[in-house]
Structures are given as C-alpha cells and as structure tokens.
C-alpha cells in the first residue's frame, strides 16, 4: 500500500522539477513511510511513497523496465500476480523481482489496456509508456483505492492519490465547488463524481484514462462493470456451496503478505465471516481488534468477543468517548475533502489500535451492498411492492397526504409515516434517492441562503441516485438500488473512509468481501436469495450456518456507528451551538445562520433529530478552512465553547 503522485504535460514535453513531485509526493508520507522515490523524463514525474508489504527490498518505486521505456507509480495489491507473472514468464517476460509492480508493466508491455481484467486486486496507478508518449492511469473495479486528477492552467495533467497532494502544487487553483457542498450535504460525502476542489476530478472507479501526447485528454474509459440484469438458474444449494468457496478464495488470497496481519472484527456478520475463513487458513491466532462505544446502544464489543472466543483470535479491544471528538482536526486532514460519516471516528481508533501490532488488516466490508444487506433494502422492497398494488391515481393520493403529515421524530415508531407515504407517492427511483440522503432536500434547503441558490444552478444531489438506478443493467427495483450502492455510496463514502483511516496511521486494509468474482457471484443470485423474508443477505447468512453462532447471524443490525447524536445533546452541547457561529460560512454567506442555530436548538432539545446535520456541519466548517482559508484565523468550536 502506498501513495502515488504525479504530472504529466500531454502538448509537449516540457521540463519537470524532481523537487515539485517530491514535494507533492511527500504529503502522502503517512500512506507510506517505508520509502519515496522520484522519477522525471521529459514531460514526466512520477512520485511514490511506500508501505512495505510483499518484496519488502525489490518493489521500490517509481519502478523503470529494464529498456528505460516503461514507468509506474502504484498503489494497492494484485492478488493473483504469481499467476499472472507465470503466465507472462511463458509468454518470454523476465523479472528482477518478486513484486506485483514488475507485473503490471510486463502486463501492460503485453496486453496494453486489456491488462486490467486479468490483475484481481485494489490498485490505482500511473505508467508512463515512453515509446507511445502516452500516460495511463487506471483504477480497480469497485474504487477501493482513489485517484485525483486535475489539469492545470498551462495544460499540465497532474494527479495523487489525496487530494492533499494535488494542493501541494502551486499552479492549482483553490475554489470551493457549490454543488459538491449540496451534495456533501444530501449524502455526507462528495461523491467520485464531483470534488469540493473546482476542476479536481477523481478518476471513477472500474475506468481507466489513457492520454497520449500531442492529443486532446480523452474522458475516462469504463473497463468493468456489475451486471445485475442475468440472474442464475442453478439450484439455491449449489449457489450456496459456490458461495462459501469464494469466500474462502477471497479470504485467503488477501492473505498474503511479507508483514504481520489481522483483521478487524466488529461482531457483525461480515467482519466475523472474514475471521472465521482466516483463522480456518491460518496456523497461528489471528490478530483481532474491536472498538467499542460509551453510549451502550451503539456497543457490540460483547459480540466480537463472542466471535474471538469462538476462534481462538489474539483479541484486542479499544473504547471510544465523546472526548473522541478532539479527533476532528485529524479526520478533517485525512480526509481532505468534508466527509461526515462519523464512524470514521471508530475506524480511525481500530485502524490505530490494529498498527500497534500488524500492518495488514482485513475488513468486512461490502457484504451490505452486494448481498442485500442494509435495512433500506427491505423497507424500499416492502414500498416496492405496495407501490405496484396501488393504482397511480392512489399512489398520488398517499404522497399526497405524506407531504402534509407532519415529521414527528419523537414519537413512537408506528405514528413516524411521513416518509413512507411520500415514498409511495414517488417513481421507485426518487423515493430510494431520498432514502439514502443524510440531510433530506427540505431540510437542506432551509439552510441554504438565496446567494447559495443561485449558485447551484438547479442542481440537486438526488439526480446522482436517480440516473445510476435508471441505468442500471438490472432486472429488478432492489437489485437497481444495490447497483446505485455499488457505484456511489461504496466508493465514496464506506471505501473512502477505509482508505483515509486506515491509511492515516500507515495500516493497509484490506476488503476480501469485495473481491470482483464474489461480487459478480452475488449480482448473479436471484434477489429472493439476497433478501427474503426481511432478511438480508440472506444466502449468506445460511452458508455461514456452520461456522458462525446463530447470535452473530440472526442478532439486530447495528453497524459501525458513531453515537454523535447523544453526544451533541450531552457533552458536545457547546460544539452544536457553536455551528451557527461558524466564521467559515459567515465568511461565505451560503447559510442562514438563524437556521443553523435552530438545527442546534432542535437537536439539544429533542424536538428533532439532528445529530448527523450538526456532525455533516461541523466537518464542513473545518474543510472550508482547511482547504481554503476561510474562517481560519477564529478560534475552532472547542476553544469558543469555552
């Protein structure tokens, strides 16, 4: 694991300073403290930073074929680049070393852009071809590794692996883009479509870019895909037996390393299906690390520790508090961009308990989205389905009254109808659009200023949602809700915290449930099989039947998930208030501050539930000074609390 930066001028090739990819290169020191490296030709610099992970002496970077002519900066892992590598050794290629980077050249040297659908793994990099005067920049299947790119005003196409590192370059501009922060708002993280950097991309996941000198910088190029539009035929017992096979392969291929490793277990389904295929694969315990929370509702430490008992694991387990809080300053620089999912809080503690003693670390994540696992899956499936009985005229009717019901977020469970009924009233799409928002359009739009309106320009975040499941190569409304998942809300917000987290304490984690092959395996199952009966990820859990207690699998639900909510009602009291004072958005006037301050008060006093808009706030206060200054010279929340 490593980060990678990098520019390249696609008119001519002009000179490029060692010392400017070095410095670029050099704020992703935390992605990889190991060792750096630097390597410039005519119209070319390449810059690494290394985590040390499989050939720990022969895999430095920028890595140069023997005939000068190929160069790469990497990150990530190919885990089946042993299999590659002989099948291009028979082919005639010849190694220097035992690392998957000297495989993705000869790969590239053999197959050109084809290379791509034979490398399994996560990775984001940049080759240059010498002989071609072609850059090309590729990134994995499902973006569990990121990738910046922006071109600057004298043409130049510069791109890293943070945001942090394409700043670092003193030609790019610094302006805040008004739709990334509506959609940072509707969903709690700017999607790989957009940057809150204006005229900063990120390379989409499953694409490549290929630029060749003295030609026009082509859009990217989509090489993969999940197609959810074929479902099997095969009997539910084969498909399980197919099931618990891949998972195993999946597990054990992201085992290899030349480093210690282990693996984060929450007690969830997922990361505990992830322990029970290692510690079957390993010989010796397996490292495990769980964080745990103060507020008891949102603590599942007594269910990794059932999960560790259960296969002998090396346990070790971290709380986290409200003080936790102090960590906003380092989330808000890990991440860069504003992100608000707060359980980034715990994977940045698990992350950093993990280090103290691997430096490997396998999750569970991508299960919820490839199998069906997510709680919005059953409630969209169940409105799905009423939506079909009810004649358009009774569908307009309901969404009728669900738009005057009022919001009654301190009430009991039954009399909260507000949302289902509008969801009734609405095409499948815009409904599940809805559902998947952190802050709602209403809300958000009360926020907002006229000044910010207009600088939106129409453009509203659910779109984003709605075109993907329009799109989607799907043959029902469920598996068009995953598909959107898959493509939207895995990258940008679950493999984005991973990534950042992980990556800040120079951890490599590692995602075995989003192996490409297992992820195709469940797009193929009927969507029966992925959710039935209100059970999600439902062949998966009855292929676990065996090997996980029936209290793992069949207990409620609850996710990695912050308790911010109690916090801003209880110790972090201050901090909401404090939002409306914010001398960032004063600074821009995009917000009504009066409304901010009635978010804090409705929060505090429970008239409504606001904890995940004052934490979406907060974190965006602090990337608007961070990345632009704005605001920076006031005091943060802590110190004008006090």
């Known amino acids: 694991?490593?980060?990678?930066?990098?520019?390249?001028?696609?008119?001519?090739?002009?000179?490029?300073?060692?010392?400017?990819?070095?410095?670029?290169?050099?704020?992703?020191?935390?992605?990889?403290?190991?060792g750096s490296g630097v390597w410039t030709?005519?119209?070319?610099?390449?810059?690494?930073r290394r985590l040390s992970i499989i050939d720990l002496e022969g895999g430095a970077q920028p890595m140069v074929s023997a005939d000068r002519e190929l160069a790469i900066t990497y990150n990530g892992e190919i885990y089946n680049f042993r299999e590659v590598r002989a099948e291009l050794e028979r082919l005639g290629h010849a190694f220097?070393?035992?690392?998957?980077?000297?495989?993705?050249?000869?790969?590239?040297?053999?197959?050109?852009?084809?290379?791509?659908?034979?490398?399994?793994?996560?990775?984001?990099?940049?080759?240059?071809?010498?002989?071609?005067?072609?850059?090309f920049l590729a990134r994995d299947r499902l973006g569990v590794k990121p990738l910046y790119v922006a071109t600057l005003p004298d043409g130049a196409l510069i791109f890293g692996s943070e945001l942090k590192a394409l700043l670092a370059h003193p030609r790019l501009r610094r302006e805040p883009d008004p739709r990334a922060v509506e959609d940072f708002l509707a969903f709690g993280y700017v999607p790989d479509d957009r940057c809150i950097v204006a005229g900063v991309g990120?390379?989409?996941?499953?694409?490549?870019?290929?630029?060749?000198?003295?030609?026009?910088?082509?859009?990217?190029?989509?090489?993969?895909?999940?197609?959810?539009?074929?479902?099997?035929?095969?009997?539910?017992?084969?498909?399980?037996?197919?099931?618990?096979?891949?998972?195993?392969e999946a597990v054990r291929s992201r085992m290899v390393a030349d480093v210690p490793l282990g693996a984060f277990l929450s007690g969830g389904v997922d990361s505990s299906a992830v322990v029970a295929f290692m510690a079957e694969a390993s010989r010796g315990a397996v490292e495990t690390c769980a964080i745990g929370f103060d507020v008891a509702d949102h603590d599942e430490t007594r269910f990794a520790a059932l999960v560790a008992a259960r296969f002998a694991t090396a346990?070790?387990?971290?709380?986290?508090?409200?003080?936790?809080?102090?960590?906003?300053?380092?989330?808000?620089?890990?991440?860069?961009?504003?992100?608000?999912?707060?359980?980034a809080i715990g994977t940045y503690r698990v992350s950093e308990l993990a280090r103290e003693k691997v430096k490997v670390a396998l999750s569970g994540d991508g299960a919820d989205e490839a199998f069906a696992g997510y709680r919005r899956y059953r409630l969209f499936s169940v409105e799905e389905r009423v939506r079909?009985?009810?004649?358009?005229?009774?569908?307009?009717?309901?969404?009728?009254?669900?738009?005057?019901?009022?919001?009654?977020?301190?009430?009991?469970?039954?009399?909260?109808?507000?949302?289902?009924?509008?969801?009734?009233?609405?095409?499948?799409?815009?409904?599940?659009?809805?559902?998947?928002?952190?802050?709602?359009?209403?809300?958000?739009?009360?926020?907002?200023?006229?000044?910010?309106?207009?600088?939106?320009?129409?453009?509203?975040?659910?779109?984003?949602?709605?075109?993907?499941?329009?799109?989607?190569?799907?043959a029902d409304a469920l598996s068009r809700a995953q598909y959107a998942d898959l493509k939207l809300w895995l990258p940008g917000d679950i493999l984005t915290k991973v990534d950042r987290a992980s990556m800040?304490?120079?951890?490599?984690?590692?995602?075995?449930?989003?192996?490409?092959?297992?992820?195709?395996?469940?797009?193929?199952?009927?969507?029966?099989?992925?959710?039935?009966?209100?059970?999600?990820?439902?062949?998966?859990?009855?292929?676990?039947?065996?090997?996980?207690?029936?209290?793992?699998?069949?207990?409620?639900?609850?996710?990695f998930v912050t308790p911010v909510s109690a916090w801003f009602r209880g110790p972090l009291a201050a901090e909401a208030e404090a939002i409306a004072r914010s001398p960032a958005f004063a600074e821009l006037g995009w917000f009504e501050s009066a409304a901010l301050a009635r978010i804090a008060a409705d929060h505090r006093s429970g008239r409504a539930e606001h904890g995940r808009l004052l934490w979406q706030l907060t974190m965006l206060d602090r990337s608007l000074q961070r990345l632009f200054g704005y605001g920076a010279a006031s005091p943060g929340y802590i110190a004008a609390a006090k």
């Open 96 to 135: 220097a070393t035992h690392s998957d980077t000297e495989v993705i050249l000869a790969a590239w040297r053999q197959w050109g852009p084809s290379c791509l659908s034979r490398l399994y793994g996560m990775f984001a990099f940049a080759l240059y071809d010498a002989a071609e005067g072609a850059l």
């Open 41 to 48: 030709a005519p119209g070319i610099g390449l810059g690494h």
């Open 315 to 343: 346990h070790r387990v971290r709380r986290v508090a409200a003080d936790d809080f102090t960590l906003i300053d380092t989330l808000a620089d890990a991440f860069d961009e504003p992100f608000a999912d707060a359980s």
């Open 388 to 474: 079909r009985l009810l004649p358009e005229a009774a569908r307009t009717a309901v969404g009728a009254v669900g738009a005057v019901y009022p919001k009654l977020d301190w009430a009991p469970q039954f009399l909260r109808a507000k949302t289902t009924l509008t969801a009734l009233g609405r095409p499948p799409e815009e409904a599940y659009a809805d559902a998947v928002t952190a802050t709602s359009l209403p809300v958000r739009s009360r926020l907002y200023s006229s000044h910010f309106r207009q600088l939106l320009q129409g453009h509203r975040a659910e779109r984003l949602y709605v075109e993907a499941m329009r799109g989607a190569p799907a």
């Open 504 to 559: 800040a304490v120079s951890l490599e984690a590692r995602e075995p449930l989003l192996d490409h092959r297992l992820v195709e395996f469940a797009a193929r199952l009927p969507a029966k099989l992925r959710l039935r009966g209100g059970s999600g990820k439902w062949l998966l859990k009855k292929a676990l039947a065996a090997r996980l207690p029936a209290e793992i699998l069949h207990r409620r639900k609850m996710g």
């Open 1 to 34: 694991m490593c980060g990678i930066a990098g520019l390249f001028h696609p008119d001519v090739p002009k000179p490029v300073d060692p010392a400017r990819i070095r410095a670029m290169a050099d704020m992703l020191t935390h992605r990889g403290p190991d």
């Open 202 to 248: 990120k390379l989409p996941a499953g694409h490549y870019l290929l630029v060749r000198r003295g030609r026009a910088v082509p859009a990217p190029v989509r090489w993969w895909d999940v197609d959810f539009s074929n479902p099997s035929t095969a009997r539910p017992a084969a498909l399980e037996e197919e099931l618990v096979e891949r998972l195993g």
